[in-house]
């Protein structure tokens, strides 16, 4: 990925300050002075290592879905939840609205997320020109991070497993681990995810 120098402004997404770009170095981050938000970061071979990340977490995703994640016992009786039985737990009475939205925020739209930047980042990284609607799947990629909420459901288990860990004994499945190792690498991936990086690949190369 070529970063040469480019004239032109940059807008803080934040608080919309107004800068002269200077393209940093590898490494090196541009920081809005205003409210510190990070405008640019660009790192060596970010693109490959953000794929890498999104396979991990799709292949991640989809275990923890069937896999044990939690497994309860209490007086001889014994219950195994799924990730899929959470959420198709209200699947047969009116709140199946709430198993539609459980499913979205928590499976759905992180693997979305992941599948986006195969799409948009996938072919930078083989050298190619950007696939068709590489920039409005990015801009979807962006639209969707607030609605991602895997690591919320993570945190939601843990809280209520403090609390029926008291009635029952609590054994932790695989897949609570899988999602957990999940939240960390989405935390990695959209650390190393410079944005600016990404519209000035993909301008560059259509
Ligand atoms: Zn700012």
């Not at 190792?181 to 650390?191: A, F, G, K, Y």
Request: net charge positive; with cysteine.
């Amino acid at each position: 990925m070529s970063h040469s120098q480019q004239s032109g402004y940059i807008v803080c997404p934040h608080c919309d300050a107004l800068y002269v770009q200077h393209t940093p170095e590898f490494g090196e981050r541009a920081v809005c002075t205003r409210c510190r938000t990070v405008l640019i970061a660009p790192r060596r071979n970010a693109f490959i290592r953000i794929l890498a990340l999104s396979v991990t977490n799709l292949i991640l995703v989809i275990a923890a879905l069937f896999l044990p994640f939690l497994q309860i016992s209490r007086a001889g009786f014994h219950n195994e939840t799924s990730v899929m039985d959470a959420v198709l737990a209200f699947s047969d009475g009116p709140l199946f609205v709430l198993s539609l939205a459980v499913g979205a925020l928590i499976v759905l739209v992180p693997m979305m997320r992941m599948l986006l930047t195969l799409y948009v980042l996938g072919p930078m990284v083989a050298g190619r020109a950007p696939a068709r609607g590489a920039a409005k799947a990015f801009r979807l990629f962006e639209a969707l991070k607030p609605w991602s909420m895997a690591e919320i459901f993570v945190l939601g288990c843990g809280v209520a497993l403090v609390k029926v860990a008291a009635l029952a004994q609590v054994h932790l499945g695989s897949a609570f681990w899988m999602m957990g190792v999940l939240v960390i690498v989405v935390l990695l991936q959209d650390n190393m995810m410079c944005r600016w990086s990404v519209w000035n690949a993909l301008e560059k190369r259509s």
